[in-house]
């Protein structure tokens, strides 16, 4: 039995073992495209984000400037401009709401190369609030529970804002350091990467804090993406990594990243003690 217990954990050190690896990227390809891409039921200008590959992990992205963009369903059609210039941000000039029961279509024009890609909104749905309590060894709070992170019916990303530059001890210090942004994922999966991920680091906040929650639906290829990219960013380093592989992708060949289109359901509440 001993011999069982340290060949168990002699296993499991080597499982959590680093290896340096080569990153073996595409490079800078001034005709490959990064999509970042998320039409919602929101009322705004809608957003789309070119860039680049990079050469390694943690360079700088290239923005892809100069593109031409346009958004267009059966019935109607939009022309995104570059905002800033040089940015690779390209809006709608007007706001709109994508609407269900709609087909969205994106066609990108860079240089001599087209990409496109489809996409349609799957409803969203109501939710109770978000669980927050206080921490052990201090005053402050920490988010405890969002929503469940399976559900093979109703997949999601969960956006939750938290901002306390309007509590008392805090309005003259740096904003930036004042707020933050969390996600959360309700997918149709679930992974052993995901059950043993590694530890992420827990955002404190003080009473009065006003916090936003956001639920975008995701239709299954969108969740799928999502999946494929937490198995390859968020999930890596813990026990179970999974082998490196390219991640799926709705957009037409020389283009990567997703086109997507949500709707959005959002509650609003302040922390109390």
């Not at 958004?71 to 709109?96: Q, V």
């Not at 994922?185 to 052993?192: G, S």
């Not at 992420?200 to 799928?224: D, K, N």
């Not at 997703?258 to 709707?263: I, P």
């Amino acid at each position: 039995m001993k011999r069982i217990s340290i060949i168990f954990l002699f296993c499991m050190l080597m499982a959590s073992c680093v290896k340096q690896a080569s990153w073996n990227g595409p490079g800078v390809n001034q005709d490959f495209v990064a999509v970042d891409g998320v039409l919602t039921s929101e009322r705004k200008a809608q957003t789309i984000t070119l860039n680049h590959p990079v050469n390694n992990l943690n360079d700088k992205a290239v923005p892809v400037s100069g593109a031409t963009l346009l958004i267009f369903t059966a019935d109607s059609n939009w022309t995104l401009t570059e905002h800033p210039s040089g940015s690779g941000i390209y809006k709608t000039p007007l706001t709109f709401i994508a609407l269900p029961g709609k087909t969205y279509t994106l066609n990108i024009y860079s240089g001599s190369s087209v990409f496109s890609a489809k996409a349609a909104m799957v409803a969203g749905e109501t939710f109770s609030q978000l669980v927050y309590v206080q921490n052990d060894k201090d005053t402050l709070y920490h988010i405890d529970y969002v929503a469940s992170a399976f559900s093979n019916t109703q997949p999601a990303m969960w956006e939750i804002l938290l901002d306390w530059t309007g509590v008392r001890g805090f309005q003259n210090a740096d904003t930036s350091k004042c707020k933050a942004r969390m996600l959360f994922y309700t997918l149709p999966t679930l992974d052993v990467s995901e059950i043993f991920s590694p530890v992420v680091e827990q955002v404190s906040f003080p009473r009065g804090t006003q916090i936003t929650e956001r639920r975008y639906s995701l239709a299954p290829q969108h969740a799928e993406f999502i999946r494929e990219m937490l198995l390859e960013t968020s999930w890596q380093g813990g026990l179970f990594p999974t082998a490196a592989a390219n991640v799926t992708t709705n957009l037409s060949a020389g283009a990567v990243g997703f086109f997507g289109v949500c709707a959005l359901n959002e509650l609003s509440l302040q922390v109390e003690k």
